[in-house]
């Protein structure tokens, strides 16, 4: 699966999304036992550009399988890879 992942604000309630020229595209796979509103994403080193990887970076995510916008809500390092939580924007994804 691809995400899009970008570093993007906004007001709580707004509608906005972020220009697609400004996410970076990256490959991960669904977690075992994830939800479509609030999914887990795992990011396999082998699947990230070379150099280091910072997931500071990047708040905000598009699945576009998915047609959806999510809020990164978390980040964890485990066994090797980076996971992010995500949270369903609702007002971006049914813009």
Do not use: H
Not at 19 to 31: E, H, M, R, V, W
Not at 36 to 52: A, E
């Amino acid at each position: 699966m691809n995400v899009t992942l970008y570093k993007f604000t906004k007001r709580q309630n707004s509608t906005a999304q972020p220009l697609p020229s400004s996410g970076k595209s990256f490959s991960c796979q669904l977690k075992d036992e994830t939800s479509f509103i609030n999914p887990v994403l795992r990011f396999d080193p082998s699947g990230l550009t070379s150099g280091l990887f910072s997931p500071s970076a990047y708040n905000y995510a598009q699945i576009l399988y998915w047609q959806r916008f999510y809020y990164i809500t978390d980040w964890k390092y485990i066994n090797g890879c980076w996971e992010c939580t995500l949270s369903v924007d609702v007002l971006a994804s049914f813009k």
